[in-house]
């Protein structure tokens, strides 16, 4: 069955430190690739997406996540974080599934960002 | 105007109420999606409208019931609800149904008591 794992479930980093949050899937092709952010209260933004060619996908508000086929990741950074980063991130998988189209989402990962 | 609106953004309700949310995009999309959103689980996805015709139903309770009268609003329509059903709803459309990228609402946050 298709799966996102996201192992870290809480990370916490000093302001203008480097980020790097992890995502995995488990998918028998290359399936879509997303990463949301979500802020207390709010629905979940679009920070970028993956669907094909350069594995280096530039997202908004400073962030980037590569591709890596050989180890199913999709992890997400950013070289420099700042205090309103401070959120959780869901990494999710797009797959055809049975004639249709599904989502599936991680669990997600709390971002802690400390001044 | 925010491209997906939903209200309430808060309700509570009792076992025995009957309440409807309502998502509302101005995107021009043509499918809508209803996810269920609880503390430390992965989303849920509950159902997916495309063009106005239901075209999946993730195996949810009878007592959640959607409705999309047109392309630009979708409901969830609630009654006799369990404690359990507490969660944030959130409200997504996407300009297709498929592959395209999802844009999400703030979401309702219920409490059911």
């Known amino acids: ?115 | 105007e925010t491209g997906v609106t939903q209200t309430p953004r808060h309700l509570v309700m009792g076992m025995t109420n009957k309440k409807s949310l309502k998502c509302e995009q101005h995107l021009g999309h043509n499918a809508m999606y209803w996810y269920k959103q609880s503390a430390k689980k992965p989303l849920e996805l509950m159902f997916v409208y495309s063009l106005e015709e239901r075209v999946e139903n993730n195996s949810v309770p009878s007592r959640f019931s959607p409705e999309c009268p047109n392309s630009s609003h979708l409901f969830l329509h609630l009654h006799t609800l369990q404690p359990e059903d507490s969660a944030l709803y959130l409200c997504a459309s996407s300009q297709v149904w498929g592959q395209e990228t999802q844009y999400f609402g703030p979401g309702t946050r219920l409490l059911v008591l």
């Open chain 1, 1 to 115: 069955a298709q799966s996102v794992t996201q192992p870290d479930i809480h990370i916490t980093v000093s302001e203008g430190a480097s980020l790097e949050l992890r995502c995995n899937y488990s998918y028998g092709a290359t399936p879509y690739l997303f990463w949301y952010v979500q802020s207390p209260g709010q629905g979940l933004q679009l920070l970028l997406k993956y669907f094909s060619g350069d594995t280096l996908v530039q997202g908004i508000k400073g962030f980037e996540a590569e591709f890596k086929r050989s180890q199913s990741s999709f992890n997400l950074r950013k070289p420099s974080v700042h205090w309103s980063d401070a959120a959780e991130y869901f990494c999710a998988v797009g797959v055809p599934t049975s004639g249709t189209y599904k989502y599936i989402f991680g669990t997600g990962t709390r971002l802690k960002v400390l001044a």
